[in-house]
Structures are given as C-alpha cells and as structure tokens.
C-alpha cells in the first residue's frame, strides 16, 4: 500500500528531497528540445507516452497549450523499477522503499495559441482542495495526494482482478494521472490538454549534465539537513548543491529566515530561469555529449500525454524564451490542520480561479474616447520641511521606500518606511495640527482618505500605499512607480495585484500574496 498520509521524521527529511527537483528539469527538457531541434525526433520517440488525455487536443499549430506538470516524490524510475545504489548515495534519500507516489511538484502552463506571454502557475502542494472521485474514500484533501491517494487504490483493485508487473503499475499510474489532471482542472477552473510527468532523480542527472549554474540569494543562508549553504548574491553551484537550492524549506542557523513551501516554490522558478538563461548563453547545445546525456535521462525519466508531439514542445520552447515566460506562485489564506491533523493550506477557490482566469485572458482594455477631455493642469505639492513616513500596503516590494523619495523631493523630509497588512484603499494620516497639511497631501496623491492620528510626531505626514494606488503626474518624473503600486495593475477588481517574487528582504514575500517572477535573467531570491 501507498502511504501518503505520513512518515517517520528521519525517513520523512529524505522523502522532501524530491519536492521542488522535478519543475527545474522541465526547464531543460523544454530548453533542450527548443534549441536542439535536430534531437526531436529522438526524444519524442524514447520519452514513455499515455493515452489519458487522448482525442482531447490535436496540438495543432493554431491551438493554445495547456499542460501540467506533474512531480513525483518516487524513489523509482518510470517502470516502477529501483535505481542504483550509486544513485542512492549521491542523493542521500533512502532507498527503493522510501518516498511515495504524490505529485509533490504541480505547475500548470498556459501557452496562448498566437505564442504571447506564457504563464506558468505553482500550486502549493499542501492545499486543502476537493478530489473528484474520492480516491480511497478521501473526499478533500492535500492537492498532491489526488495521485497517490488512486495509485493506491486503483493498485489494489487491479491486483485483486489479477494484473501484475508491469502492467499492474502503469495502469495504476494512468489512473493516478486522469485523478490529479481532474483535481487540478476543477481547483483552477482550466482545461488540461497536455502533461509532462518526471520523476525527483531527474533533476540531479541533468544538473550533473549542465552543471556549473549560477543562482541568486538575497542573504547568506545554511540548512544542514538538505546541505544548503550559500552566500548572499550570485554564486555558481554543482548538481549536488543544486539539490540543496530547491529543496530548503528552513535555515538552521539563522531563526529570522522562516521559509515555507511557498519559498521552494519560488526556488524552483528561480532556479528555471537562471537555468534558461545560462543555457541561451552558454555551449551546451552544441557539445554533443551534452546533448546526448539530456536526451537520455529526458527518456529514463519522463511520461507525456501522447497527443503531446515534440513540434509543440519545440512551440513551448518558444514561448519560454525572452522573458514571455511569467511564473506565478499561488497565494493561500492561512496555514492550518484537517479534522484528522494533518498540516495544509487553507485556500479561497474562488479567489484562485479569478485570478489564474484574469491572468490567462486579461480584459480587454476600454477603447479611447474619440474627443478626449483636455488634460488637468499638473498637481503640485510643497513639503515645505514636513515628515513623510510611508507604509507599503500594496504588496509590491519597496513602494514605501520609492514614495518617499520621491516627496522628498517636493520638499518633504524622509522618515520612516515599512510594510503593513495588504490593502486595496490608499490613505494620509496627520499629525495633531496639521490637518491643512494631510489634506493637501491627500488632494495631491489622488484624493486619498485624510485622517488625524495622534500616535504621529509633530509635524509628520504618513501615507498609507494601497494596491490600487496611482500616483499622479510629475510624482515619478523618471517614469518610476507608473501604474499602480502592485506593478503591473490589477486585470480586474476581482484579481489581487502579483508581488514581485524576488522582493520581500529577509522575510520574503508572505505566503497570503500571489508572486510573480519573470523569465529571464539571474533572479535574486529568499
């Protein structure tokens, strides 16, 4: 039987060896298959195919790519069977019988049909959703269990008609495939007509293929039980320490670094595009051997859909290149426990499937007015030696810090900059007195809410930055800060504003934030 409910605790540190391995090797598979086009008929013809999603897409040049990524936390490889002692060894991670069958590693893909901007969405694995069908009588539960929560059942139901070996597991794996493609496409409201499956021992057999790759963290930081250590800034690292950058989930030396799930899953996409960018730069797509040892570790390791040909991976490719690629880690309301006390994060559907909707297809931008009213005279503002603290309410890294600099030089003096719970309303407090001041303030950023706090020093104004904050003309002579305070504004009310992924200092973006980093570049992450 599958467990995939819990573990001891030693056995458990080496079963998350494989949460967060997998989404990097797609990177180099879809890489590899981009620029090495000459290798596509290899690959397609080598990597193990399923016929679950059969008929449902024709991956017609004209049709948009929806795909999942699936990550198996298996000890094995694609036919069930062990892996080398040697390979053991390097990962330090048990043997055949340690980890299990869950998809510890979800990312849904969306390509649109005419090759824009690729989105690339990260599900917590640990979120509290509903399993259609209720595999093992497990009707709600973590999201990665949905596959092996079914292996397990459909495992046992076939051996009691009687199948065996290989047949017996690749059926099971199938059915596990349809229950977490299903669970997924009724989490986010989506349909899924492609996957990719890989096993956790592919990330470290491509890493030995590419290594050295250059990676980013924002402050020194050590884990001794998955081996991190690293300085702040750019370093590159080898296949062995790039297992320890994906798979940090704590800091055992630093107690002020308090990382989640959701700090992994933004390792992993920061280490993607580090990844893309190094292999666009570098020789290893015309070093033969190289290609050849991708090639084959891509067929030791990996499942797609059978409608899945490589001229649409060559497309994917594509869509990845550039910067078209935009990550998103999916944001959760709480961390809390089931009835039965396992941990998970607590989510709003309805909130996740608005924003993956707004991020897929924005809404179309109004149509200018034929006969524009004539332009307002610019606002003008004159600090005249007042305080100006800010608090960033609007989840985007460092507004707080950029607003004052830019009153400071309408003559404000800077004081304190911070972050504060995430709000939608931007707002001016004043000090005792200095309510003429507030509201000239208030009337200059926009006609924000003006209210009196006595907890202010004399003589200081603090403005409180929303997400939907907009500041007004000649605020950011330089262009700086345009839009709204959450970067990219909003598709729509029903959205929250992206944070940028990168941002955060030593705390990192809070896990209550959807999280967007771009493709493309070294970037620099908790």
């Given at each position: 039987?599958?467990?995939?409910?819990?573990h001891?605790?030693?056995?458990?540190?080496?079963?998350?060896?494989?949460?967060?391995?997998?989404?990097?090797?797609?990177?180099?598979?879809?890489?590899?298959?981009?620029?090495?086009?000459?290798?596509?008929?290899?690959?397609?013809?080598?990597?193990?195919?399923?016929?679950?999603?059969?008929?449902?897409?024709?991956?017609?040049?004209g049709?948009?790519?929806?795909?999942?990524?699936?990550?198996?936390?298996?000890?094995?490889?694609?036919?069930?069977?062990?892996?080398?002692?040697?390979?053991?060894?390097?990962?330090?991670?048990?043997?055949?019988?340690?980890?299990?069958?869950?998809?510890?590693?979800?990312?849904?893909?969306?390509?649109?049909?005419d090759?824009?901007?690729a989105?690339?969405?990260?599900?917590?694995?640990?979120?509290?959703?509903?399993?259609?069908?209720?595999?093992?009588?497990?009707?709600?539960?973590?999201?990665?269990?949905?596959?092996?929560?079914?292996?397990?059942?459909?495992?046992?139901?076939?051996?009691?008609?009687?199948?065996?070996?290989?047949?017996?597991?690749?059926?099971?794996?199938?059915?596990?495939?349809?229950?977490?493609?299903?669970?997924?496409?009724?989490?986010?409201?989506?349909?899924?007509?492609?996957?990719?499956?890989?096993?956790?021992?592919?990330?470290?057999?491509?890493?030995e293929?590419?290594?050295?790759?250059?990676?980013?963290?924002?402050?020194?930081?050590?884990?001794?039980?998955?081996?991190?250590?690293?300085?702040?800034?750019?370093?590159?690292?080898?296949?062995?320490?790039?297992?320890?950058?994906?798979?940090?989930r704590?800091?055992?030396?630093?107690?002020?670094?308090?990382?989640?799930?959701?700090?992994?899953?933004?390792?992993?996409?920061?280490?993607?595009?580090?990844?893309?960018?190094?292999?666009?730069?570098?020789?290893?797509f015309t070093?033969?051997?190289?290609?050849?040892?991708?090639?084959?570790?891509?067929?030791?390791?990996?499942?797609?859909?059978?409608?899945?040909?490589?001229?649409?991976?060559?497309?994917?490719?594509?869509?990845?290149?550039?910067?078209?690629?935009?990550?998103?880690?999916?944001?959760?309301?709480?961390?809390?426990?089931?009835p039965?006390?396992?941990?998970?994060?607590?989510?709003?559907?309805?909130?996740?499937?608005?924003?993956?909707?707004?991020?897929?297809?924005?809404?179309?931008?109004?149509?200018?007015?034929?006969?524009?009213?004539?332009?307002?005279?610019t606002?003008?503002?004159?600090?005249?030696?007042?305080?100006?603290?800010a608090?960033?309410?609007?989840?985007?890294?460092?507004?707080?810090?950029?607003?004052?600099?830019?009153?400071?030089?309408?003559?404000?003096?800077?004081?304190?900059?911070?972050?504060?719970?995430?709000?939608?309303?931007?707002?001016?407090?004043?000090?005792?007195?200095?309510?003429?001041?507030?509201?000239?303030?208030?009337?200059?950023?926009?006609?924000?809410?003006?209210?009196?706090?006595?907890?202010?020093?004399?003589?200081?104004?603090?403005?409180?930055?929303?997400?939907?904050?907009?500041?007004?003309p000649?605020?950011?002579?330089?262009?700086?800060?345009?839009?709204?305070?959450?970067?990219?504004?909003?598709?729509?009310?029903?959205?929250?504003?992206?944070?940028?992924?990168?941002?955060?200092?030593?705390?990192?973006?809070?896990?209550?934030?959807?999280?967007?980093?771009?493709g493309?570049?070294v970037?620099?992450?908790?």
């Amino acid at each position: 039987m599958v467990d995939t409910r819990g573990h001891r605790p030693a056995v458990y540190r080496r079963r998350r060896i494989g949460v967060g391995l997998v989404a990097a090797f797609l990177a180099v598979l879809i890489g590899v298959v981009g620029y090495a086009v000459w290798q596509v008929v290899r690959l397609g013809a080598g990597i193990q195919r399923s016929d679950i999603l059969a008929g449902q897409s024709e991956s017609g040049s004209g049709e948009e790519v929806n795909l999942l990524l699936m990550g198996l936390d298996s000890r094995l490889d694609m036919n069930g069977k062990a892996l080398s002692a040697d390979l053991y060894d390097k990962l330090h991670s048990g043997d055949a019988s340690d980890g299990g069958m869950n998809a510890n590693v979800l990312m849904y893909v969306h390509i649109p049909a005419d090759g824009s901007k690729a989105v690339a969405f990260s599900i917590p694995r640990d979120d509290y959703v509903d399993l259609p069908g209720c595999p093992d009588k497990q009707c709600k539960s973590k999201i990665k269990e949905a596959y092996g929560l079914t292996f397990d059942q459909e495992s046992r139901r076939l051996a009691a008609k009687g199948v065996s070996g290989d047949a017996l597991h690749q059926q099971s794996r199938d059915a596990a495939r349809k229950a977490q493609i299903a669970t997924v496409e009724k989490f986010l409201d989506v349909k899924i007509n492609h996957f990719v499956e890989v096993t956790m021992i592919a990330f470290f057999e491509i890493a030995e293929v590419v290594q050295p790759v250059t990676v980013c963290v924002k402050q020194p930081t050590v884990d001794t039980y998955s081996g991190a250590d690293f300085t702040a800034g750019p370093q590159q690292i080898d296949a062995a320490q790039a297992v320890a950058f994906v798979r940090q989930r704590r800091d055992t030396s630093n107690p002020s670094l308090m990382f989640t799930d959701l700090d992994r899953s933004r390792r992993q996409q920061a280490f993607i595009v580090s990844l893309l960018t190094q292999l666009k730069s570098s020789a290893t797509f015309t070093n033969p051997s190289k290609i050849s040892g991708i090639i084959d570790v891509a067929k030791r390791n990996t499942a797609i859909d059978s409608g899945l040909d490589p001229l649409t991976l060559v497309k994917t490719a594509q869509a990845m290149q550039g910067g078209k690629l935009h990550f998103y880690t999916l944001p959760i309301e709480e961390f809390g426990t089931t009835p039965g006390g396992a941990a998970v994060n607590i989510v709003d559907t309805s909130k996740i499937r608005s924003m993956v909707k707004d991020l897929i297809s924005p809404p179309a931008a109004a149509a200018p007015s034929k006969s524009p009213p004539a332009a307002s005279p610019t606002p003008t503002i004159d600090g005249a030696g007042l305080q100006i603290d800010a608090v960033n309410a609007s989840g985007r890294a460092g507004a707080a810090k950029q607003i004052i600099e830019a009153l400071a030089a309408k003559g404000f003096r800077a004081g304190f900059a911070g972050n504060g719970s995430q709000q939608a309303v931007s707002e001016v407090a004043y000090a005792v007195g200095a309510r003429a001041e507030g509201e000239r303030l208030g009337a200059y950023l926009g006609n924000l809410t003006v209210r009196e706090d006595s907890s202010l020093a004399p003589g200081t104004l603090k403005v409180t930055i929303g997400a939907s904050f907009t500041p007004p003309p000649g605020l950011f002579p330089d262009g700086a800060g345009s839009g709204s305070a959450g970067g990219s504004p909003s598709p729509s009310a029903s959205a929250t504003a992206p944070v940028d992924a990168t941002g955060g200092g030593t705390s990192g973006p809070p896990p209550t934030a959807l999280t967007e980093l771009a493709g493309e570049g070294v970037p620099c992450v908790k």
